[in-house]
């Protein structure tokens, strides 16, 4: 097995120190939003691209698009809990400005005039950013992310900031997001807020993070793509961290086309950012052109299919059946073992966490949710326990970390007979939120289970490029992710492969059953 997800890291390292111490699925009756949609739900309902090209050709303003999503963040959000700060005010006076410069033939850049959520661990100057923390609850950031200035610069207006866990690690200060497809259910962390505005159409793109699966894993609960770049490709400089060596930053949209158009803007290199890497830049909504025919297709069944879940296995299989007929070949392939870099051994990666931390929570441990504190608390006494040298664990850490960049550097030669691999995002379907909550809340060691399994961290771990479409549902209407992979820096293949499977299948224009008067059920059920 060996794969934990990034949930399940908070209560491992608990665990570990305590004990050293001591499409034939059946769908539910939603489709695209159509004429008899009311025009604020068919204009929020554009994809990105199709809002940037109305944009452009005057049939559709900035202020419009603005409305329309402020207006169903107005009737949504109260059922998601997707934002923290929606910033309506800031938002429509942008578009004004935005407008006017749109009459006048000048555009700012490719997202001129087009509402986007930001996750709220990036920082934006003069807005709050909590990082969904009692202890960031007054946090205003004197400069925006790099990701934050490059997006602005592109045009894009800023229409909230994106609940997610708290410090992407844990339940969120400010309440959970809740699943659209099925609000008692868990849409997965931590950019879980991000995931539910893109598919609950609050927001035309979002950005998320991701540290173990963290833009992938929500994308898939809640229906939409998620694409992770390769390490050092978008810059994580004013992102609050996680883990810095693992931490990635990616868009979150309704179609392949739209994450293409964003990851455009937000790819290149920053030299005040360490873990950025130089890399030529790269038209990735160029690339989504490039035939698939001849691409080799490797499917990675050990360990990454165990355990699969009935509606995920038939999910998939159904989709590997269609991208077969579309690429040039097929196969069972392995790649490089990540066991002894996942989150359950690779327990000094919570240096980097508890690094962090660890001023803030010598100052204010209080403020801490229950299930951080209880992380941090673990880290502090294991770095101070008498049972193993400070020197031990620095030379521990810096062995994993050299390990993980030759792992890094070879992995691409694993690709040697296949362009892609495609394998399940998640390998089972949501669970209760009130499950999710209840786990992550537990002080009690556990063993990983079935229930936790995701694909997705070693894929951070290989610093590899990771995309997740919608590829089916389940037969009680939640939707399956489909990931496709690839060496460093084939985040075009990647993309076009996503693509034609997309336009193949159409499953990005299904929309969560959500209405008005849609009823917000009780996290935990008297």
């Not at 929606?86 to 410069?101: C, F, H, S």
């Not at 934006?124 to 925006?144: F, N, W």
């Not at 990983?448 to 995701?454: C, Q, S, V």
């Amino acid at each position: 097995m060996g794969y934990l997800t990034r949930r399940q890291f908070s209560k491992t390292v608990v665990a570990t120190a305590a004990a050293l111490s001591l499409k034939s699925a059946a769908f539910p009756s939603t489709t695209a939003y159509g004429s008899e949609s009311s025009d604020t739900d068919r204009i929020a309902g554009l994809s990105l691209t199709e809002a940037v090209r109305q944009i452009r050709a005057g049939s559709v303003t900035s202020t419009q698009l603005t409305q329309a999503c402020l207006e169903r963040i107005r009737i949504y959000n109260p059922k998601v809990d997707a934002y923290i700060t929606v910033l309506g005010e800031q938002a429509l006076a942008q578009a004004a400005q935005m407008d006017i410069e749109q009459k006048a033939n000048k555009f700012r850049g490719p997202l001129h005039g087009i509402p986007i959520a930001l996750k709220d661990n990036i920082d934006t100057k003069g807005i709050r950013t909590t990082a969904a923390s009692k202890v960031y609850d007054d946090r205003m950031p004197t400069e925006d992310a790099e990701v934050t200035r490059r997006l602005q610069a592109a045009g894009a207006i800023f229409i909230g900031k994106a609940n997610l866990d708290e410090f992407a690690d844990a339940v969120s200060y400010f309440g959970s997001v809740r699943n659209p497809w099925a609000l008692d259910r868990d849409p997965s962390g931590s950019s879980s807020g991000s995931a539910a505005a893109v598919a609950t159409d609050l927001a035309y793109g979002a950005l998320g993070t991701d540290t173990g699966g963290s833009v992938r894993l929500p994308s898939a609960y809640c229906g939409v793509v998620g694409i992770k770049p390769t390490y050092g490709l978008v810059p994580i400089r004013g992102i609050i961290p996680l883990a810095f060596s693992l931490d990635h930053c990616g868009p979150i949209t309704r179609t392949v086309d739209d994450a293409a158009l964003m990851l455009n803007q937000l790819a290149g290199y920053d030299k005040l950012d360490i873990t950025s890497v130089q890399h030529a830049k790269e038209d990735y909504v160029a690339a989504l052109q490039q035939p698939v025919s001849g691409f080799r297709l490797g499917i990675p069944r050990a360990p990454f299919f165990d355990y699969v879940d009935e509606d995920t296995s038939r999910a998939v299989e159904a989709a590997i059946i269609v991208l077969s007929k579309m690429t040039k070949s097929t196969r069972d392939v392995s790649l490089p073992s990540t066991y002894a870099y996942t989150w359950a051994s690779l327990n000094s990666i919570g240096n980097e966490i508890y690094a962090y931390h660890e001023q803030l929570f010598n100052d204010s441990p209080g403020r801490y949710s229950l299930a951080l504190r209880l992380q941090l608390e673990q880290l502090k006494d294991d770095m101070n326990s008498p049972t193993s040298s400070a020197s031990a664990r620095v030379s521990a850490y810096i062995r994993h970390r050299a390990e993980m960049e030759l792992l890094r550097r070879t992995v691409d030669d694993a690709f040697t007979d296949f362009d892609l691999v495609v394998l399940p995002t998640l390998r089972i379907m949501p669970q209760k939120l009130s499950y999710v909550i209840d786990q992550e809340e537990s002080t009690k060691p556990r063993s990983p289970g079935i229930m936790d399994l995701d694909n997705c961290t070693p894929f951070n771990i290989y610093g590899l490029p990771a995309i997740s479409i919608p590829c089916g549902f389940s037969r009680d209407g939640m939707p399956v992710g489909l990931m496709i992979a690839g060496p460093h820096f084939s985040e075009g293949k990647v993309l076009a492969l996503a693509r034609a499977y997309e336009q193949e299948c159409k499953w990005d224009l299904r929309r969560p059953p959500l209405k008005p008067d849609t009823p917000v059920p009780p996290i935990r059920p008297a």
